[in-house]
């Protein structure tokens, strides 16, 4: 069975802070790894995933990720925040092999003034 | 293109009735999903389709039934509206294969009481 753990659920940061938001995943199958974005009272949108290859994947938006198998993470991050990043951030993973997509519980990002 | 949709945005039921959530996507995606979204805990899987007339059951399904009669359309029924169902659910659609994106319609806020 697979599981995504998201360490924190709620980030504060000031505008133009970098930020880290953690993902961990467990599973005994290879991974594709996804974040979705989600903003207020909308529904989720993709903003980056990892299939193969490069294990450090971008977003149009200044987002970047990176795949580690040896410590089953894929943080995302970004050098410096927006107002407009304010949302919740989901991390999700399912297998080559097919399967359902499984979230874990999101982390809120409040970017302040 | 109008993406995933769903109706109604808001809903209020008492405790025993019944209602159905409605789904449409316009992109000829075989794969369709339902998730409810409760605070804290990521997103749920309820039901999903791999093509029309084939259903099958998610994580959480009890109290809820679904049908795939067309490609576009995936409806969800509540027979007997419970406390416990009190969520924001949402639908969502992908090509066929994991590594495919998952689009995601608005959602639906139902409140049981």
């Known amino acids: 069975a697979q599981s995504v753990t998201q360490l924190d659920s709620q980030v504060p940061v000031f505008e133009e802070a970098p930020v880290e938001l953690r993902c961990n995943y467990s599973s005994s199958v290879s991974v594709y790894l996804f974040w979705y974005v989600q903003y207020p009272n909308q529904g989720l949108q993709l903003l980056l995933k990892y299939l193969s290859g490069s294990t450090l994947v971008e977003s149009i938006n200044g987002f970047e990720a990176e795949f580690n198998k040896s410590q089953t993470s894929f943080h995302l991050r970004k050098p410096s925040v927006h107002i407009s990043d304010t949302a919740e951030y989901f991390c999700a993973v399912t297998s080559p092999q097919g399967g359902k997509l499984i979230f874990g519980q999101g982390t809120e990002l409040s970017v302040k003034p | 293109n109008a993406g995933v949709t769903q109706t109604p945005k808001f809903r209020i039921l008492k405790i025993g009735q019944s209602m159905t959530l409605q789904c449409t996507q316009d992109?000829?995606?075989?794969?369709m999903y339902w998730y409810r979204q409760d605070p804290g805990m990521g997103l749920k899987l309820i039901y999903y389709s791999v093509g029309a007339g084939i259903t099958d059951k998610g994580e959480v399904p009890n109290g809820y039934n679904v049908s795939r009669s067309t490609t576009e359309d995936f409806p969800l029924r509540l027979e007997l509206a419970a406390p416990s169902q009190t969520s924001v659910y949402f639908c969502?659609?992908?090509?066929?294969?994991?590594?495919?994106?998952?689009?995601f319609g608005p959602g639906t806020r139902l409140t049981v009481l």
């Open positions: 992109m000829n995606h075989n794969y």
């Open positions: 969502a659609s992908s090509p066929s294969s994991s590594y495919n994106e998952q689009f």
